[in-house]
């Protein structure tokens, strides 16, 4: 099996909930060549209940509506995987490509996933064969130092940490030079989930930017943002928040596995415009996956 072909069985099994409670009851209506009005209401209803988000559904109502009067006869899954493809496209995601040393700071609040995330996105970079360095820079709790060493452990990465409680600026540069020192490509930042407002926010990140940039004068290179999928839409508020003060350039979805609302990739796509790297897709040491639009539709949709 093919790298495409690999991922594509990833996604299968991760957007499982998703396919089972919309796209299966939908498959026999995705079968059928002349569609009436109450079919296409049906369409209608379980692309939306997927969280696939109104301006997607319209365009693609509006695409089989025009078809089936042009022709009388439409192949309505061919017709929702280009559309869905067409849109996911737009954004496509950015490779990491070894560089000297770059840092990648994660971001996002409390309970998304975060500091798994990072665990699995080291042991993804060491598999491929590059050096990796975790720095616990969230320092306001025990368990996420605790459990970023777990996974450093399982990853077979080095962590550089502090004590809670300790300045994550600090930390963040002593990770940093350590990275410079031992010419290690990949510096891997954890960063707290709880803080309340967007000025804090912005103060914590803002210190942590300058001292990496004591070290690495464009440092950070990447900044991803961590979301959960099973929030749907109702995260987006928190990723605008985000995205306004951290510089965003990169997103990850985490437990898509565990969402009934799979669909939800397009909107966040459309209503940040900012390309998703990583999805999650299941609790294993491999299960987070480099974001791919057809593995995703083609997961999405099913046989």
């Known amino acids: 099996m093919g790298f495409l ?6 996604f299968k099994g991760g957007l499982q909930r998703t396919r089972e409670v919309v796209f299966r009851p939908m498959g026999h209506l995705l079968g059928l060549r002349h569609l009436d009005e109450a079919q296409l209401q049906e369409v209608e209803d379980l692309l939306l209940q997927a ?11 509006a695409r089989l509506r025009t078809e089936l009067k042009r022709s009388g006869s439409v192949d309505p899954r061919a017709i929702l995987r280009e559309a869905l493809l067409t849109r996911l496209r737009g954004f496509p995601p950015k490779a990491l490509e070894v560089r000297g040393t770059q840092v990648l700071l994660l971001v996002g609040v409390n309970g998304v996933g975060k500091t798994t995330t990072l665990g699995k996105l080291a042991a993804h970079l060491k598999a491929r064969g590059d ?49 410079v020192a031992r010419r290690t490509p ?36 990447r900044v991803f943002l961590v979301l ?24 990850v979805l985490t437990k898509l596995d565990g969402s009934a609302k799979g669909g939800v990739v397009v909107p966040i796509l459309e209503r940040l415009r900012i ?15 480099p974001f791919d639009p057809e593995a995703f539709v083609d997961g999405l949709l099913g046989p």
Do not use: C, Y
């Not at 998703?276 to 491999?286: H, K, M, Q, R, W």
């Open 228 to 251: 959960d999928a099973t929030t749907g839409q109702n995260g987006l508020a928190q990723a605008e928040a985000f995205r306004q003060v951290a510089g965003v350039t990169d997103l």
């Open 131 to 179: 050096d990796v360095l975790i720095v616990a820079g969230d320092t306001f709790r025990a368990a996420a130092i605790d459990q970023l060493e777990h996974w450093g452990e399982r990853a077979g990465v080095p962590v550089i940490r502090n004590q809670m409680g300790g300045d994550p600026a600090a930390v963040a540069f002593d990770g940093a030079a350590a990275a």
């Open 186 to 221: 990949w510096v891997l930042i954890d960063t707290a989930g709880r803080l309340h407002t967007k000025d804090h926010l912005m103060r914590e990140l803002e210190k942590i930017r300058r001292s990496l940039q004591k070290v690495l004068p464009e440092a950070p290179h």
């Open 5 to 10: 072909g690999g991922l594509i069985g990833k």
């Open 51 to 61: 969280d696939l988000g109104a301006p997607a559904v319209g365009d693609l109502m």
């Open 275 to 289: 390309p998703i790297a990583f999805v999650g897709l299941g609790e294993g040491l491999d299960d987070l996956v």
